[in-house]
């Protein structure tokens, strides 16, 4: 019987101990460890089994683009009319180092141009802005005490959308369906909608639903306000069905040859996925987008037949159509890049914000009673905020408006596992500063991901020897608002 010496057993067996700690490694980034893996064993948006029970199947986030003032829309504070126009350094010192956006334009304290009623059963105080959103309180849980890091359009969108400050990073609906895949083998699992008014994308463009260093098949597939919804949508004309069939067979037997050395590559493989993908969704895109299907009292419900909302109205309808399609995450923003095309009134706070409303409060109000109706609202996580909120005194000029606030802004969430006629956190008499159970954007998250199933801290990704996740290394979930 042959004996090995020491050195011989470490030459012989060293590879082997190599081996299980690269198990290891593919295993936590999801990489075959088998030769006898396949593209379909790698399909990147393949329903996922999700970490918890999930609350909700779906989230439907409508991006209030610019930031919208919580003193003005949701988070009624009548101390504002006592205040009124005398120096925000009289009520806190500490203005002179945390003012908005233009330090020079700084005016007195300045009451809501609108008026409050309380709603619902649970008696919550609406502004006038919201005259169909109001009956809709006792669906709604409302985070009033959010606070964020930048008072700075491009990186308060970064940070909303993607935890962290600045580009380059995966955003919420990339890391969800990266953790969830999609229910739908024919559409995206992550659909985006811009403001189709001419007036541009939020700022950040693209990089706000981007997937950063996630694989690119998890990025947000925007839909085009005018002209052809997705690219490359519609077959060409000199190609029949069976033609452009045998074409993506031929493809994709190609791709299979060249993939079969190359099985570590889920780029490669999510960029074949894709081809397949962009077939079924000739079919199945069409029919979803196809908003006449709908019967005439629906349209009307979101307001198709009003000129002020239509084009929101046909947004959220279609959000609707793609939920009930297995669709994962739809974000639809509201307002476009410049100052007064979206809710960023630095002028005029109660003609900006007079707009705005009257353009979303009838749609988002129909999605949420068709929702309802259909018995899609207890699995369908709706949430209506922006990147941050608004000052309590007047930005000066002839028609006042107010400046960017990061340190308090309101969000609200209805459906999908949440308890609603709640109100978490509050915010000074004048709502100036979060004070009461401060919500940071990563709980927001943290909250989120909970609802849909994840687990915040499980959900990780290994990029550059780090382990990132959406929450980076904070978040709290808000269990008072969960039912």
Not at 329 to 343: D, H, L
Not at 376 to 381: I, K, P, Q, R, S
Not at 436 to 445: A, G, I, K, M, T
Request: with cysteine; aromatic share 10%; glycine share 10%.
């Amino acid at each position: 019987m042959d004996f090995l010496d020491r050195r011989q057993w470490l030459r012989q067996s060293g590879m082997g101990f190599g081996l299980v700690a690269l198990s290891s490694m593919l295993y936590e980034e999801r990489l075959p460890t088998s030769s006898a893996a396949s593209l379909n064993d790698l399909h990147p948006l393949v329903a996922q089994k999700s970490h918890l029970q999930p609350r909700a199947k779906s989230i439907i986030w409508l991006f209030i683009n610019g930031g919208p003032s919580q003193v003005d829309t949701w988070d009624y504070k009548p101390a504002l009319a006592r205040w009124d126009g005398k120096s925000i350094r009289d009520f806190d010192s500490s203005f002179e180092d945390t003012t908005g956006f233009f330090r020079h334009e700084v005016g007195g304290l300045m009451r809501s141009p609108f008026t409050f009623r309380q709603y619902g059963e649970c008696g919550k105080w609406v502004s006038s802005l919201f005259p169909h959103l109001s009956r809709h309180v006792d669906e709604m849980a409302f985070i009033h005490s959010g606070y964020s890091e930048s008072n700075n359009h491009s990186p308060a969108l970064f940070m909303m959308n993607c935890g962290l400050p600045r580009m380059g990073y995966p955003c919420v609906g990339s890391w969800i369906t990266y953790g969830l895949g999609c229910e739908s083998r024919s559409l995206p699992a992550f659909v985006v909608m811009s403001d189709p008014l001419d007036r541009g994308l939020p700022k950040g463009h693209a990089a706000n639903w981007g997937a950063g260093f996630l694989p690119s098949v998890y990025q947000g597939t925007w839909i085009k306000p005018k002209g052809e919804p997705i690219d490359n949508l519609n077959r060409r004309d000199h190609l029949t069905d069976g033609q452009q069939r045998r074409h993506l067979d031929l493809l994709t037997r190609l791709n299979r040859r060249h993939f079969e050395p190359r099985q570590e590559e889920l780029e490669l493989a999510a960029r074949i996925e894709s081809f397949e993908l962009a077939y079924r969704m000739q079919s199945a895109a069409p029919a979803a987008l196809e908003l006449q299907q709908e019967p005439a009292h629906i349209q009307r419900l979101y307001g198709l037949d009003d000129k002020r909302c239509a084009h929101f109205a046909a947004q959220c309808l279609t959000a609707r159509r793609l939920v009930e399609r297995g669709v994962r995450f739809i974000q639809i923003y509201s307002g476009g890049t410049e100052n007064q095309r979206s809710w960023d009134g630095h002028k005029d706070i109660a003609g900006n914000h007079r707009q705005f409303a009257a353009e979303t409060d009838q749609p988002i109000a129909g999605l949420l009673a068709d929702l309802r109706q259909r018995g899609m609202l207890d699995e369908t996580l709706v949430v209506w905020g922006g990147e941050f909120g608004r000052l309590p005194i007047a930005q000066t000029g002839d028609e006042p408006g107010r400046d960017h606030n990061p340190h308090a802004f309101t969000f609200w969430l209805a459906g999908g596992g949440v308890k609603g006629g709640t109100s978490y956190g509050k915010t000074d008499e004048v709502g100036f500063k979060a004070t009461v159970d401060r919500v940071h954007v990563n709980d927001l998250h943290a909250t989120m991901l909970h609802l849909m199933g994840l687990d915040h801290t499980q959900l990780t990704y290994t990029y550059n020897g780090r382990a990132f996740r959406l929450t980076d290394v904070a978040g709290r979930i808000i269990h008072r608002i969960i039912a």
